[in-house]
């Protein structure tokens, strides 16, 4: 179990950031670990999820979810061990799936806490293809995008968290597969290690054109989760009745003013319309809670049974937390992300 220390290191939002997040618009500072209430629990965070609607919490801007005040911890889920309990539900040593932020320590009163196998030999997958990542991915595409055998499933951001589970559980249900991706590594990786049957780099100058060419058939599901103009080279290749699960767009999360160009919402509507396109946005916990012990089921199986793989992208310290987020959404990672906070 991990040592209880005496001081709670925390990263907070030292102020908003004005476009991309700068190191400085992060604070860390120090105060004193407090001890659990009646009915509540000391969570010592083993590991942090970084995840890309972080940003959006740093904006003031209203949306799904209360900004942060500036001064407030980070948020984020973690992996968790309980590290005292007065509460009667919990106990020392229970492993936890909880929402503890950016911070070494932190009082949970039980109500966000979900029990983890304490053998768990990777536990760190509960942030990742067994947690929120993975049941967006699944939830998104078979609820939403509900795929079918032999169509053709383009998923964005197909190397991350989200979108490798995507192509998939795609190639799962039997559709033909198109990744998209940024450089060779990641569309080789896309390919090789994830069975995609192709994918397009968004970096490369015929980006649109590679696209099309591995959609012959056009594009029936697609997965999105960037925006930008990897949508403007998806939107012409949708197929009549085609649906577009909607989970992110990280390539505008940084934008202060609308992108430059023509004003394109007069051709997104009209394709929405002539061709009865289906787009729905969700917000996975709001929208299907109530089903995450299915879909658990469901990815546990694929897990074990290898037809599912999984990437993580590792970083050593809390204090690396702020580095690895701001290179995240540049897209500097490769798997899913996560900070080691503590080792057991």
């Keep these: 179990m991990a040592t209880l220390s005496s001081a709670n290191r925390q990263i907070t939002l030292a102020s908003r950031p004005v ?16 001890a659990p ?11 942090l999820s970084l995840d890309p609607y972080m940003r959006g919490r740093m904006s003031d801007a209203e949306s799904y979810a209360t900004p942060l005040a500036v001064g407030d911890v980070m948020v984020g889920g973690t992996v968790a061990r309980v590290a005292s309990s007065r509460h009667p539900d919990w106990r020392a040593g229970d492993l936890v799936l909880a929402y503890g932020g950016w911070q070494d320590y932190a009082l949970s009163d039980g109500r966000d806490l979900n029990r983890l196998d304490p053998g768990m030999a990777h536990p760190s997958l509960a942030l990742g293809v067994l947690g929120m990542p993975g049941f967006t991915a699944y939830m998104g595409l078979l609820d939403i995008g509900q795929p079918k055998p032999g169509e053709t ?3 964005a951001a197909a190397s991350g968290a989200v979108g490798s589970v995507v192509g998939q559980i ?11 991706a940024g450089g060779n590594e990641k569309c080789g990786y896309v390919v090789d290690e994830l069975g995609f049957d192709a994918c397009a780099d968004h970096h490369a100058e015929g980006f649109p054109q590679q696209l099309e060419a591995a959609c012959r058939q056009g594009i029936d599901v697609y997965f999105e989760s960037v925006g930008g103009a990897v949508f403007d080279a998806v939107l012409p290749l949708l197929n009549t009745k085609a649906r577009v699960p909607l989970c992110g767009l990280i390539a505008q999360y940084n934008d202060t003013e609308l992108p430059p ?31 995450f012990g299915e ?5 546990g199986e694929w897990v ?3 037809k599912i793989k999984y990437r993580e992208d590792v970083v050593e310290g809390l204090e690396n937390a702020p580095r690895a987020f701001i290179g995240m959404l540049e897209g500097r990672n490769f798997g899913k992300l996560v ?3 503590a080792e057991e």
């Excluded at 209430?37 to 590991?47: E, T």
């Excluded at 023509?262 to 996975?284: A, H, S, V, W």
């Design 261 to 291: 160009g023509p004003d394109r919402l007069g051709l997104l509507m009209r394709t929405l319309l002539t061709k009865r396109i289906r787009m729905q946005g969700f917000i996975i916990f709001d929208d299907y809670g109530s089903r």
């Design 339 to 341: 900070v080691r906070i």
């Design 295 to 299: 879909f658990l089921a469901a990815m």
């Design 304 to 306: 074990r049974q290898g």
């Design 19 to 34: 476009g991309a997040p700068t190191a400085s618009d992060f604070g860390l500072i120090e105060q004193p670990v407090s």
């Design 37 to 47: 209430g009646d009915g509540q629990v000391l969570l010592r965070n083993l590991y």
């Design 170 to 180: 795609a190639k799962l249900k039997g559709c033909h597969v198109v990744g998209i």
């Design 153 to 155: 499933v383009v998923v």
